[in-house]
């Protein structure tokens, strides 16, 4: 039944980490992750010594506009996608940093929407079998907000890793239950290049879909 929400879902990312890599790149990409992950400063050489989420908002909306034309813009909702817990007082979220970040910048605007309603297993911590199902995410989320939006809203999903994209399909689930008439889309900060070979550095902006398979609950992602 999910896979008639949504079965694939566009999403862009501007950097890319790969946890095998041992090279100079590699590592300074893991640090970028760290740094992401921790919303931790990072010294820029054209923007100074600047938090990761304001670092990336600036990188996407000076140096890559153009690629990420049609994707952002002020009449977007951003809508950062939750922790693999509920949300605790004065706890780090740093999908709603990125959010707040893009906003500074007119990349949209920022709308929590989407609440954890119970805990799932950290994909990051947990072997490739037992990582959470997009059902697992769509079954531990709900919308908590409404908004009164026309059909040709556009909403943006925010988060600061993506692997293989099942809580964005989780996520998009729980969105078009409640908004059936929006485009629904996705943005990572950051996503994981499985292959050395196919790793190319820190910043490497892609375009690409998640799609979800119902024969195995998981989705896959290209590139």
Not at 63 to 92: K, N
Not at 200 to 209: E, H, N, T, Y
């Given at each position: 039944?999910?896979?008639s929400?949504?079965?694939?879902?566009?999403?862009?990312s501007?950097?890319?980490?790969?946890?095998?890599?041992?090279?100079?790149?590699?590592?300074?990409?893991k640090?970028?992750?760290?740094?992401i992950?921790?919303d931790?400063?990072?010294?820029c050489?054209r923007?100074?010594?600047i938090?990761?989420?304001?670092?990336?908002?600036?990188?996407?909306?000076?140096?890559?506009?153009t690629?990420?034309?049609?994707?952002?813009?002020?009449?977007?909702?951003?809508?950062?996608?939750?922790r693999s817990?509920?949300?605790?007082?004065?706890?780090l979220?740093?999908?709603?940093?990125?959010?707040?970040?893009?906003?500074?910048?007119?990349?949209?605007?920022?709308?929590?929407?989407?609440?954890?309603?119970?805990?799932?297993?950290?994909?990051s911590l947990?072997?490739?079998?037992?990582?959470?199902?997009?059902t697992?995410?769509?079954?531990s989320?709900?919308?908590?907000?409404?908004?009164?939006?026309?059909?040709?809203t556009?909403i943006?999903?925010?988060d600061d890793?993506?692997?293989?994209?099942?809580?964005?399909?989780?996520?998009?689930?729980?969105?078009k239950?409640v908004?059936?008439?929006a485009e629904?889309?996705?943005f990572?900060?950051?996503?994981?290049?499985s292959?050395?070979?196919?790793?190319?550095?820190?910043?490497?902006?892609?375009?690409?879909?998640?799609?979800?398979?119902?024969e195995f609950?998981?989705?896959?992602?290209r590139?």
């Amino acid at each position: 039944m999910n896979g008639s929400f949504v079965s694939k879902l566009n999403y862009c990312s501007l950097l890319s980490y790969c946890p095998h890599s041992t090279t100079q790149e590699g590592e300074k990409a893991k640090k970028v992750m760290r740094a992401i992950k921790n919303d931790w400063h990072l010294g820029c050489r054209r923007f100074g010594e600047i938090l990761a989420s304001e670092c990336i908002a600036k990188i996407l909306k000076t140096d890559w506009g153009t690629f990420f034309r049609d994707f952002f813009g002020e009449d977007r909702i951003l809508i950062p996608v939750p922790r693999s817990s509920p949300i605790q007082r004065g706890a780090l979220w740093p999908s709603f940093r990125i959010a707040q970040a893009m906003e500074q910048q007119s990349l949209g605007r920022v709308r929590n929407l989407i609440e954890r309603m119970r805990p799932v297993p950290k994909s990051s911590l947990a072997p490739p079998d037992q990582r959470p199902t997009p059902t697992n995410h769509y079954e531990s989320m709900a919308v908590t907000s409404k908004l009164s939006i026309s059909p040709q809203t556009k909403i943006i999903l925010v988060d600061d890793i993506i692997t293989r994209g099942h809580t964005f399909m989780g996520a998009a689930w729980c969105l078009k239950k409640v908004f059936p008439e929006a485009e629904i889309r996705a943005f990572a900060a950051m996503r994981t290049v499985s292959n050395e070979m196919e790793f190319k550095g820190v910043i490497d902006p892609v375009r690409g879909q998640i799609t979800y398979r119902p024969e195995f609950d998981d989705c896959i992602r290209r590139p």
